[in-house]
């Protein structure tokens, strides 16, 4: 499989989530909002734009700190590559903060292009200034320490209800966040793009006084 890098991640900033899914839905037959995120999963601020490729972590909740905080948000964060983007699950437990101002900072050093949690950041104020897209379920201040803890890295998990492998493509916008398998991903991509200038062409055919009916019917796109 051809690698994605990052003129793929470039290439598909261009876009938007509504036409990937509907691409993935009408197109690639991935029916029933597989690969949609729960609405809850917010950017941090209007107008990010997240994607790249899902490096996936579990975090489960404890009730004492270990003898080494944080020992695997160091790792995780250590690994990234250039186009990778963090998605972590706090398994439900939103009793604290898994993210925050410096683990943007080390994701964003290593090339990392935003981030996204089905849990709790903070440092908000923080991570907006440094414009690094954070895409997340809510917010506040409380520590992750002896609270929740990274248990596993690179595992498939579930994260605002929908199924992310490592490698598996990511992206988010004001609209919410899309999950593209990874063996599809440069499929996807082609058709969303000849779609995208389907829909330009309509638009244009709409602005000349076209009906909507008719230019549905020829260029089956809305």
Request: with cysteine; net charge neutral; glycine share 12%.
């Amino acid at each position: 499989m051809e690698q994605l890098g990052i003129d793929f991640f470039a290439r598909l900033e261009k876009l938007y989530t509504g036409l990937l899914c509907d691409v993935l839905d009408s197109v690639l037959g991935l029916r029933n909002n597989v690969g949609i995120m729960s609405h809850e999963i917010r950017p941090l601020y209007p107008g990010a734009v997240v994607a790249g490729r899902a490096v996936t972590a579990l975090a489960v909740p404890v009730s004492s700190a270990p003898e080494i905080p944080y020992k695997k948000q160091m790792a995780m964060i250590d690994s990234l590559k250039p186009g990778d983007v963090p998605v972590l699950t706090q398994s439900g437990a939103m009793i604290a903060s898994l993210w925050g101002g410096l683990l943007s900072a080390g994701a964003k050093q290593k090339g990392a292009r935003g981030a996204l949690l089905d849990g709790i950041t903070r440092d908000t104020a923080e991570i907006i200034r440094m414009n690094f897209p954070v895409f997340v379920r809510g917010i506040a201040p409380g520590n992750s320490r002896g609270r929740l803890d990274i248990v596993e890295l690179n595992v498939p998990i579930v994260c605002g209800g929908a199924s992310v492998n490592p490698g598996d493509v990511i992206f988010g916008d004001d609209d919410g966040v899309v999950v593209i398998p990874q063996g599809i991903a440069l499929d996807c991509l082609r058709l969303a793009e000849e779609r995208r200038e389907k829909e330009r062409q309509f638009k244009k055919a709409l602005e000349n006084g076209g009906s909507l009916a008719e230019m549905f019917a020829e260029y089956r796109a809305l």
